[in-house]
């Protein structure tokens, strides 16, 4: 059987949200493009589906269109619940970010990317599950070797194989293309947890999305309220659904021993009553899937490949949203590896794409490691206990925590609160 070889300036491995910003602005930057994936759309994936404004505007400088009447569900800002108090908080506008942040479900997020890279010159290839790099006679990766599956979702007993001069591997959590290529996961990151579902509900049209610091059950026989380990959180999608689901971090005492469903379920029978959420108005099975934080696999580049998105672990650790790292992450791939490929020598080309771990680490190195100090010091029950005590009912602290906690400040000159984080971040020492 003899397999099909296609070429290309560039090979982008998932059409996720990183790999189809990747490929989008490659083939802006006028390089033939392919972007593998290898289910096909729609298809969906496990996430909040609530975007921030550092999303949104990853959105507008990409060029997809998000008008309301499009369906994109905007948000005004994030309602916070925890210690008694409810306290509504709205994005932080400013000149770099919009004051607005949107939900979309990410059955309808990925499709509307992909086809976005499509229009801007991608050759996009569904079903096209990639199963190990073809590496040349130094070890670096010059193309893939994939399975073509069918449309039940099993291989079909074809292969294909590709060749380009460089390859992203965009491809998730697991990456296969990155284990493949020598690229472990470091144990000295974070790691989180998160589940969802969702739920017909009438507050579908909420302008907040909602963050739960506290996750109370009632006590079972009489006895008293339960703390359950972990955090919450509700995104009204706008479309008589909400994504409800719950997250916990792995430097929380109770990581290994969490029953998600039973959390979920106890959680959610608690509810205000408005919501109307229950076995009866829940869609489909609650689903959870990995959060990797902080750069948890290094080199972002080596011998040819780059890591997008959760294949590099780009998930920001203090809100667990990782849809604006990864295009941000595409953005800048795009940029090094158009001015890779336009120099005229294999060693000028290598110094180029050599510069994209710093690249990367001087956009968001800083601000993750703050993160995983944070990471570390919520997994202690007591301190987030206090936290949530003291620091709630404080709204102007909660503001810049906001502020911090989407990595929201404005990046040229701002007001002190945004020359505060911005310190903090150029301060701390990327790793």
Known sequence: MGEQVETADVIVVGAGPGGASTAAYLAAHGLDVL????????????????LTPRAVRELISLGVPI???????????LRILGGG????????????????????????LDEILARHAETRGTRLIERMNVSEPVLDHRGHICGVRAKVMGENGRPTGQTREFRAQVVVAADGNSSRLSLSMDRPKRDDRPM??????????PRHDDDYIESWLELWAKGENGEQDVLMPGYGWIFPVGDGTANVGLGILDTAKDFGTFDYKDVMRRWVAGMPEEWEFG???????????????????????????L???DAGGMVNPFNGEGIAEAMEAGRHTAEVVASALARATPGERE???????????????????????????????????????????????????????????QERGGGLDDRIINALSRATPAA
């Open 279 to 305: 076995e009866e108005t829940q869609i489909g099975p609650i689903r959870g899937a990995a959060l990797p934080m902080c750069f948890n696999r290094q080199p972002l580049y080596d011998r040819g490949l």
């Open 307 to 309: 890591l997008v998105g």
């Open 351 to 409: 110094a180029v794409l050599q510069s994209y771990p710093s690249v990367m680490k001087a956009s968001l190195g800083g601000y993750y490691m703050l993160g995983k100090q944070f990471a570390t010091l919520i997994g202690n029950p007591e301190i987030m206990r206090l936290a949530v005590r003291y620091g709630l009912p404080r709204k102007a602290l909660m503001r810049l925590l906001l502020k911090i906690m989407a990595n929201l400040p």
């Open 192 to 201: 989180g947890v998160a589940v969802r579902t969702y739920y017909t509900t």
């Open 85 to 108: 108090v409810r306290m509504e908080l709205d994005w932080p506008g400013n000149a770099t970010f919009p004051p607005y942040g949107l939900v979309r479900t990410r059955m309808d």
């Open 35 to 50: 972007l593998l994936e290898k289910a096909s759309f729609p298809r969906d994936k496990i996430c909040g589906d609530g």
């Open 67 to 77: 008008r309301e009447e499009d369906g994109w569900h905007r948000t005004k800002g």
